[in-house]
């Protein structure tokens, strides 16, 4: 495995093998070892064409924890705002010696276009590209689900995750749908009829237009922001409208099942897709999820930097 742009890239096995190695360095940083020599040497750059605090940090974490050299690239500010195109960023990057790039970026296909290219030796990873994917997140998300459900061998069959929310305009829905699956967990795509992309009974999900319906049934509940910058029309009346229909509000926390978790990517619209009770309640894995995300892309960046696809403690220097 060179690059990771899509979850569609990753069988089984090497998700799995991913995993894995995430939870040997969760394990780990339970000790004294708090930083490993693995990628000693390498130079990460974090090229960010759009804002970003939690991934663009949480990579930024995990490249230095495994000795890498870190470069962050925003765009503002940077050549990008005088007009440099993709090309002439990715071949000064290579100039540098990038070993890996992490990029994310508002055109769906950006990663793809920047791996195929031939512009840049390094390894890619998508942070998200428009609309398309965002697959670290939907490996951090299993992780934590798996983790939270004692699921052995990452296997999550028998689960139902509902993801609820902006549908049509998420990544982080399509990666989590993409890996979920592959996983064996029943996924339920939870939105109003506006938001819910055409095709979306493809993916191998099941389509709700009622959450009600649906709550009690869901071990996990995934909430999405309404992603207002990607929207050029209105599909819904209002915030207020929606968040009735669809808000994790206090009374359908309630009915959720005793064991049943929360989610939710970041950042969060309290009030409005959730309510500050079901954020901040003993259900809610959303701060696990942050944490969970350090360990997830260390393990991502030493499949494609560190070392063989098979990890062992040995092998990664702990």
Known sequence: MRHLLSINDLTVQQAREILTTAYELDRVSDGQIKKLPTLRGRTIVNLFFEDSTRTRI?????????????????AKGSSVSKGESLKDTAQTLQAMG?????????ASGAAQRLADSGWISASVINAGD??????????????????????????LSGLTVGIVGDILHSRVARSNVLLLR?????VILIAPPTLIPVGAESWGATVSYSFDDAIGNLDVVMTLRIQHER??????????EYSRGYGL???RLSRMKGSAVI?????MNRGVEISSSAADS?????????????FVRMAVLYHLLGGPQSATQSEMGI
């Not at 398309?132 to 296997?155: G, K, M, V």
């Not at 592959?182 to 029943?186: D, E, R, T, V, W």
């Not at 929207?231 to 207020?240: E, G």
Request: glycine residues 6%; without cysteine.
């Open 182 to 186: 592959k996983l064996g967990a029943s």
């Open 282 to 294: 003993h259900q809610s894995l959303v701060l696990r999820q942050v944490t969970n995300g350090v």
């Open 58 to 74: 949480s990579f930024e974490s995990a490249a230095k924890r495994l000795s890498a050299d870190v470069i962050n690239f925003s």
């Open 130 to 155: 428009g609309t398309h994917e965002h697959p670290t997140q939907a490996l951090l998300d299993s992780y934590t689900i798996a983790r939270n459900f004692e699921r052995e061998n990452y296997d």
């Open 249 to 251: 509000d206090d009374a």
């Open 98 to 106: 990038a070993d890996g790039v992490i990029i994310r970026h508002h």
């Open 263 to 267: 989610m939710h990517p970041g950042p």
């Open 231 to 240: 929207m050029s029309n209105f599909f819904f009346p209002s915030l207020q």
